[in-house]
């Protein structure tokens, strides 16, 4: 099975922009949200950028970021979790799921790029 890695993190920042849409913001959560936000939207963001790197050295350092990126998620989800309704809290543990994977994607091609 081929997985297309450009497609996956457009997915999950999709899947997190949606998820954001339906959680009632409060004072407690308005930061979570935000960050998560961010944090998310900018794994795929800084994969898209890694594909055009200019250089080898420039690569690693994008991925380097989308692995940081994607723990940063994971964060946030995790906080998230423990301030919305129950129904909503599935969402986020796929999502955290997949944020980990993402994490040791990146950690794997970071790990095995040659400088």
Do not use: P
Request: glycine letters at 6%; one cysteine or more.
């Amino acid at each position: 099975m081929e997985y297309d890695l450009e497609e996956r993190t457009i997915k999950f920042s999709e899947d997190l922009i949606k998820l954001c849409g339906i959680v009632k913001i409060t004072l407690t959560n308005e930061n979570i949200v935000k960050q998560l936000l961010r944090s998310g939207t900018s794994v795929g963001a800084n994969y898209n950028e890694a594909n055009g790197a200019t250089s080898k050295t420039d690569f690693k350092s994008k991925i380097h970021i989308c692995k940081k990126e994607a723990k940063e998620t994971i964060y946030w989800l995790r906080l998230l979790a423990g301030v919305v309704d129950e129904g909503i809290k599935n969402k986020i543990r796929v999502l955290w799921q997949e944020g980990k994977e993402l994490t040791l994607i990146f950690s794997k091609i970071a790990s095995s790029s040659k400088i």
